[in-house]
């Protein structure tokens, strides 16, 4: 790979699974947040939010809805990433309020935010619209090419994807700055809403651990599959 700092982070980054007790410093941690939040989105909606775990109390219940996982019970910092299906009409407002305060709103942002977003995302009550969103744009699209209209499900596979993109952003910024992480899928979702106080339409998309590896943060060497399985052209 090039001899970039881009390249290095994204080669030195490694799932951390056991942390030195160094604090990790406010600023740094500030800097890698506004570089998560960079990150591409659907509709730039930006579904995510990290809540970072404080309350030593919290953090405890946090660690165990983690499972006890090393990383989880180790790291100086233990992030909760969040994705919201809940607040994309609040956002889609704000985004329209910065459009707004910055001149006259192109038709297309205004017809895009206005009328397409609100089909994307409306579902109805208990979701009923989801499925004939879905058969319809099935059925259009055997004779156009033809967008998913979404159902609730879809929508939740699209924020969480938006989110991911906002985790691994924060990840390799961290490796930029000289830190390091572990993103954990292992943990249990009822116990950390619960603990999170999430509503109904949020869920927790990954814990993050963060801090500094120890000589042993590091448990296996990388083992990639094939590149022909991860890259083909047709
Ligand atoms: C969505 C996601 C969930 C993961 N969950 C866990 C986890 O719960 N515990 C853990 O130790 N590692 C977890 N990992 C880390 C992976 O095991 C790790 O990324 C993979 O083995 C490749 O290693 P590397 O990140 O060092 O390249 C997770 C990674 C991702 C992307």
């Known amino acids: ?88 009409r609040r956002n889609r407002d704000e985004i329209l309020r910065i459009f707004e305060g910055r001149g006259p709103l192109r038709p297309s942002q205004a017809s895009y935010y206005r009328r397409i977003i609100p089909v994307i995302y409306t579902t109805g009550p208990f979701g009923v619209l989801g499925p004939l969103k879905r058969a319809f744009s099935r059925l259009a699209s055997r004779f156009k090419p033809t967008p998913n209209l979404m159902s609730r499900s879809d929508i939740r596979v699209m924020a969480h994807k938006s989110t991911a993109l906002a985790a691994a952003t924060f990840m390799l910024a961290m490796r930029a700055e000289g830190f390091d992480t572990c993103p954990m899928e292992g943990f249990d979702p009822w116990r950390a809403k619960a603990l999170l106080d999430l509503p109904r339409g949020a869920e927790v998309n990954m814990f993050l651990a963060v801090g500094r590896r120890s000589e042993k943060g590091v448990w296996w060497d990388r083992a990639l599959v094939p590149r022909e399985w991860a890259v083909r052209e047709i």
């Open 1 to 88: 790979m090039p001899d970039s700092p881009f390249y290095s982070a994204v080669e030195s980054r490694r799932t951390v699974r056991d942390f030195l007790p160094d604090p990790v410093p406010q600023e740094v941690l500030d800097r890698c947040l506004d570089a998560a939040r960079l990150a591409p989105s659907s509709s730039n909606l930006q579904p995510w939010e990290f809540i970072i775990i404080r309350d030593p109390e919290t953090r405890r219940l946090a660690n165990a809805a983690c499972l006890d996982q090393m990383p989880a019970k180790t790291a100086p910092v233990l992030i909760a990433l969040v994705t919201h299906r809940d607040t994309w």
